[in-house]
T-cell receptor, first 115, second 115 residues
Framework: DAGVIQSPRHEVTEMGQEVTLRCKPISGHDYLFWYRQTMMRGLELLIYFNNNVPIDDSGMPEDRFSAKMPNASFSTLKIQPSEPRDSAVYFC?????????????FGPGTRLTVL | GEDVEQSLFLSVREGDSSVINCTYTDSSSTYLYWYKQEPGAGLQLLTYIFSNMDMKQDQRLTVLLNKKDKHLSLRIADTQTGDSAIYFCAESMGYSGGGADGLTFGKGTHLIIQP
C-alpha cells in the first residue's frame, strides 16, 4: 500500500487567499484525522471522520476552517480566508477499527506558509 | 482538560541508553503511545502500552508506565545515530470506548545523538 498521501507537500500563499489541503487515506481504513503541528502548540487534533462522517470537530480553530470527506478515499481541509497564524504543518492520518489500540498512520504532511 | 508534558530536548552519547519521559493528566486513558518523527516526515508508531500494564519490551525499546503517578517513559538501549528524531508521547481511549478517538500528543522530545 502507498500509505497516506497528502498534497501539496508545500504551499505558500498570501493572506486572504483560500487554501485547500488534500488527503488520501490508506485503502480500507475507516477513520481519518486531521492534525496541525506548530512549534508553539505542538500537534493538535483538528477534526476526525469515521466512515466519511465527521465525529469530532471541536479542534477546528474557527469558522475559516472546514473539512469534508466526500468518499472513503478522499478528504479536504480548507482554510478561507487564510491568515499568517495558520502557517503550520498539517498532517492527515488514518486508522482501521479492528484493533484495540489506535495505531494511526500519518501522511508526510503539508507545510503551509501564509505570507 | 487533557494534557501531555515532555521535556523538549535530550542529548545522549552514541551507544548509551536514552530515557525519554512523559507525564499525562487524563486518568481515563486506555492506551499510551510513543511515536517517532524523522525530519520532513510524518509520525510513525514506535510502540504502545495498555494502561493495565507496567512494562513492555520490544527489542531495544522498553516502555515503563506508572499509572499512579501518570508517568510514562521510553528507554532506547544502545542509542544509534539513526535514532535521532523527535519522540512524541500520546494518549487515547483506543477503541474501548466504542470508537476510535484522536490522539492527544505531547510537544515532542528532540533526541540528539553525540558521537
Amino acid at each position: 500500500d502507498a500509505g497516506v498521501i497528502q498534497s501539496p507537500r508545500h504551499e505558500v500563499t498570501e493572506m486572504g487567499q483560500e487554501v485547500t489541503l488534500r488527503c488520501k487515506p490508506i485503502s480500507g481504513h475507516d477513520y481519518l484525522f486531521w492534525y496541525r503541528q506548530t512549534m508553539m502548540r505542538g500537534l493538535e487534533l483538528l477534526i476526525y471522520f469515521n466512515n466519511n462522517v465527521p465525529i469530532d470537530d471541536s479542534g477546528m480553530p474557527e469558522d475559516r476552517f472546514s473539512a469534508k470527506m466526500p468518499n472513503a478515499s478522499f478528504s479536504t481541509l480548507k482554510i478561507q480566508p487564510s491568515e499568517p497564524r495558520d502557517s503550520a504543518v498539517y498532517f492527515c492520518a488514518s486508522s482501521k477499527r479492528g484493533q484495540f489500540y489506535n495505531e494511526q498512520f500519518f501522511g508526510p504532511g503539508t507545510r503551509l506558509t501564509v505570507l | 482538560g487533557e494534557d501531555v508534558e515532555q521535556s523538549l530536548f535530550l542529548s545522549v552519547r552514541e551507544g548509551d541508553s536514552s530515557v525519554i519521559n512523559c507525564t499525562y493528566t487524563d486518568s481515563s486513558s486506555t492506551y499510551l503511545y510513543w511515536y517517532k518523527q524523522e525530519p520532513g516526515a510524518g509520525l510513525q508508531l514506535l510502540t504502545y502500552i495498555f494502561s493495565n500494564m507496567d512494562m513492555k519490551q520490544d527489542q531495544r525499546l522498553t516502555v515503563l508506565l506508572n499509572k499512579k503517578d501518570k508517568h510514562l517513559s521510553l528507554r532506547i538501549a544502545d542509542t544509534q545515530t539513526g535514532d535521532s528524531a523527535i519522540y512524541f508521547c500520546a494518549e487515547s481511549m483506543g477503541y474501548s470506548g466504542g470508537g476510535a478517538d484522536g490522539l492527544t500528543f505531547g510537544k515532542g522530545t528532540h533526541l540528539i545523538i553525540q558521537p
